[in-house]
Structures are given as C-alpha cells and as structure tokens.
C-alpha cells in the first residue's frame, strides 16, 4: 500500500504546463496613432477569434482609443491636453504622412475602398469576440480623464500591477 | 501486471516543455524607420546565428523594408502613398534627427566607420541565416503593393493569423 | 527493488516547469522619449515589486536615460548627435506635444500635481529594486558614448546576444 501511495496518479503527474493552460495574449497599447491602433485591433480580434484569450491595457495616448470622444481635463494642463487629444477613436491619424489630417481622410478612404474594418468597426468586433479592455487608472488620473468618459465596452480600470499578472499568463506580449 | 502497467514509463512523464521544443522569436515589423529597422535586423539576425527560429512578419511602413524600391500604387491615393513611401530599405530615415535626409546620411556614415553592417547587408545576412520573411498581405492591399514589387527574399505572403500561429509557438515575441 | 528504482520520485518527476523557474521580464528600451521611458519604468519597477527578475536593455535612443547627462562625441558626427541628443534622463521630452520643451514642462507639472514618480526617481527605484539595466555596446560605439558617460547604476555592457538570452528566459518580453 505504501508502495502504491507512493505511486504518482497520472493526475498528480499532471504539471500546470503551457500548452494545457488557456492560451493568452496581452498587448499595452501606448500609442493612440490610427495606424498602429489598427494594428494592435487587428492582432487583438485576429487572435481572439482563433480562440486565444486577449487582454488590452491602454495607457497614455491609447487612452484616446477607448474615450467617447467628449472633452476631458479638469485643470489647466488637462483642459489643454484634452483639447489636444480631444475626439474618440474616429480622430485619430496616423503616425506619418498626417499632413494636418489630410493623411487620416486618405488613409480611411483606401482602407474603406480595400474593405477593411474601420477602428471603430474593429473594436466593437473586439468586444464582441471578448477582448478584455483595460483602462490605466495611473494615466487616467494624470491626463484628467475621468472613468464616466471611457465607451462602457471598457471591462475594468486598473494599475500596471493588473497587466503584470496578465502578461506573466501569456505567451505572447506586445507593446504597440 | 496491471500494476506495473499505471506506472508511467519515463516516456510517458515526458511533457512538452518549452525548452524540449524548437526556441523561436517572432516579431512584427510595422515601423519603416531606419533605427528600429536596424534593431529589428539586429535582433533578428543575433538570435537566428544562436540557433533561434525567427519570423519576421512585416506589415504597414515595415513592408517597405522588403519591396526591390520601385514605385508602387494604382489609384490615385495608391500612387500618392507610393511616391512618399518610396525607395527601398536604403531610402528609409532614422525616426528623428532626419533632417529631410541629412540624418540618415549621418547615421550611414557613422555606422559605416564604425564597421556595422548596413541595413542591406542585414536583411541579407538574415535570409542567409534562414530568418523567416512574411510580408502582411492585408497592408499590402491596402497600400497597393503588388507580390511582384517585393525582393525574392520574402517567404510568404500571409494574414495575421499566420502571425498569431507563429507568435504562440516563440518565447519571445516583440512588436517593433 | 528494480520495480522499486523504476519508479520515480516525486523528484525525478519535476519537469523545469515555466512556474518553478524564476519569472522573468525582459525588455528592449529603444526609445528615449520621456512618455515611452515612464512606461518602461513604470512596467520595469511594478513587476520588479511583485517578485519578477527584470531587464532593461537600453540601445539606440534608450540610452540617453542611462546616462549622466554630459555632451558627448569625439568625431562631427558623433558630437553633433550629442548635441542633438544631450541632457540625461531628466532632459528627455515626450514623443507627441512637446512643443520645443513646453510639453516636457507640462507633463512634468501634470505628474508631481498627481503625485507620480518622476523619471529619475523611477530609476532610482528600479535600482533599488534590483532591476538589472544593460546598455547596448554597439549604440555605445555608434553615437560615441564612453561607458565613463554612463550612469553608475549600469550593471553591464554587452551586445544583443546577451539581451536574446535573457529574453528567452522570460515570459513576458517588450519593446519600447
């Protein structure tokens, strides 16, 4: 008997391995650039939608890509940043070749043409495959945008300690 | 009998462990910028000659990096992005201090005396090292690349998924 | 006895599990922007606060925030890049609004009114914590910065091989 205790079961046997946890992917998304927003929606719904569990923790300027758009800051330097940053995901425009936004219309009138997803097509597309959104409570404070101007789809406001433990879960991690 | 049959040979205790599988880097290639472009061959090339598997998957201005430098484009946004976007992996400027070109002349000449490999010498020693190409063909829709304005190199055209696969398989994954 | 040897101890079962071995975050400072550093600080001292071994690779722009803040250069070239480039960690502005130093200024007084960590402070902290800063010996060459220019709480000067090894030792893997 004290043989067979001795004996591992083949659940005991079972280690917490990579390929048996639920796969995961976690993404900071820094910049608020149209063009790399595109990028990381894409990933991020490409993935989710083969079945890999998505996390995304904006901070600083990808802030702008989960705001309703409406003005913020409460103080001089936020007012002022907000009217910097101000609109929502639909003002955003690229990180070259904006040429005072002429480069964003350019850029959304071909994407349209070769029917791709537009941003904000492309984040409701993230919400509905499950993509966790996470909102940087340490920028939010800072650039004076309060949680009641974030879109609802947002699941939850956190600090960089959140994304932490996300990434350590995932095998891959991106900053975009 | 039976039960030397529910002990598990060694065979059988052996798990799929991440250092028992091929190691690899995969990493997205979105920025065209001369710098990041130098650390992304750098990079790549370095682990490649330790035996790492590496995949780059190029997509928005990093497609730039991998088109032969010919003009591109067909309609007339297609055009107009092809003539600012212009030139080949010898063209592309350093993200600052560019100076409408006396940057990147600068870095060259700097790099240069300093025996570093230039960026065409890196792209080829990474196909020599078997670093794996994939060019984004959803970028390259969009931008209005055709295959044919692409250098021999590239391995693959493919979509985002062909990147998450990839990406799921590394232990380091980066977005450059 | 043989049956006895043949199975084996919970010992020999251990696999070199990604848990049991120590966790570990790697990342590639690329940037020297002073909203990019904070992000990177802030990732590199919060998983450094939860028990994560962390390394910081500084190469190309990165380096300005590990060093003491003197010009450097020895050729035209490279005292022109220190000139462009001089002023350490505390004279670096952000990547969007900066406006010749005004954004720099303004972040800076949206920061301490919050009551967030100033960028040397930051670093001051991840040394404290045991963060382990590289600095990149071929950027060092290019733009001619002595290591005596460095900060001292540098641990190492080494190439990108060295940044690969540690990248494929950890689990979560960055480049900012």
């Known amino acids: 008997m004290a043989l067979a205790q001795s004996i591992p079961t083949p659940e005991q046997l079972q280690v917490p391995e990579t390929e048996a946890a639920p796969k995961k992917l976690s993404m900071v998304v ?16 490409g993935a989710a939608a083969s079945g890999i569990q998505v996390t995304m923790f904006f901070t600083f300027w990808g802030l702008k890509l989960i705001q309703d758009g409406e003005r913020t800051g409460s103080s001089v330097f936020g007012r002022a940043m907000g009217l910097m940053n101000r609109g929502g995901i639909d003002r955003v425009g690229p990180s070259k070749f904006n040429f005072l936004g002429v480069g964003r219309w350019m850029f959304k009138k071909m994407m349209r043409s070769k029917n791709v997803a537009s941003l904000p097509e492309l984040r409701e597309m993230a919400t509905d495959l499950g993509v966790k959104m996470i909102a940087c409570n340490m920028s939010m404070d800072v650039m004076e945008i309060p949680e009641g101007k974030l879109i609802t789809d947002v699941d939850q406001v956190a600090g960089v300690a959140t994304f932490i433990e996300e990434a350590q879960q995932s095998q891959t991690t991106l900053f975009i």
Chains 1, 2, 3 share one sequence.
């Open 30 to 45: 820094f910049s608020g650039d149209m063009d790399k927003a595109m990028a990381a929606f894409i990933i991020a719904t």
